[in-house]
Structure formats: C-alpha cells, structure tokens
Nanobody
Framework: QVQLVESGGGLVQAGGSLRLSCAAS????????MGWLRQAPGKDREFVAAFSWSGGRIYYADSVKGRFTISRDNAKNTVYLQMNSLKPEDTAVYYCAAARKLATRDLSDFGSWGQGTQVTVSS
C-alpha cells in the first residue's frame, strides 16, 4: 500500500518561499507519476506539478510555471515542491499524490494521497 507523508507547509508573506516534502513508501515507484495537487477553500482540487518517476517528464500548471519546481531524491524516495515568489492565491492545502500510470496530469489517475499540508500566503 502506498503511503505518502507531506511536510513543510506554513505561513509565509507574499513573495516568500517554502519547500514541501513528501516521503513515499510502500511501492517501487518506477511506474508511477508523482505529483502535487492543491485545494483552496471553496474551490475544486487542482493539479500543480508532477513527474514520471522513470522517464523524467515534468508537468506544471500554468499558474505556477516559473515559480514552482518539483524534484525528487531517489535514495530517500522523497518528492519535493520548491515554491518561490508565492502569491496569496497559492493559499491552499497541498497534497502529495501518486498515480499508477506514467506521464499523467489527470486528477482522476491519482489514486493515492497524503494527508495534506496547509500553505498560507499573506498579502
């Protein structure tokens, strides 16, 4: 069973940075897409960034392109989301998620989720 544990959320001023971490366990993830998704209050969950564990394709939502970077540490089975130039509209609960499918950004493919970590950006 896939287990995903996020950490690193918090409160930051607009223009600041945060790095989220996701410790993944329970599977060999070579055939997975790993991603970050978020849900703001009163809004639907949305895609933020993802990569295929093998193959290296990376995807970003247009709203975060150039500001956020997704990366991984293979030895630690950990996925990161570096968030720079944060905006108040980035405020949301951020979820680490895994899809048993390569090269996807479709939310319906992400069957495993972490518990979420709150990111709040003040103006």
């Amino acid at each position: 069973q896939v287990q995903l544990v996020e950490s690193g959320g918090g409160l930051v001023q607009a223009g600041g940075s945060l790095r989220l971490s996701c410790a993944a366990s329970g599977r060999t993830f070579s055939s997975y897409t790993m991603g970050w998704l978020r849900q703001a209050p009163g809004k639907d969950r949305e895609f933020v960034a993802a990569f295929s564990w093998s193959g290296g394709r990376i995807y970003y939502a247009d709203s975060v392109k150039g500001r956020f970077t997704i990366s991984r540490d293979n030895a630690k089975n950990t996925v990161y989301l570096q968030m720079n130039s944060l905006k108040p509209e980035d405020t949301a609960v951020y979820y680490c998620a895994a899809a048993r499918k390569l090269a996807t950004r479709d939310l319906s493919d992400f069957g495993s989720w972490g518990q979420g970590t709150q990111v709040t950006v003040s103006s």
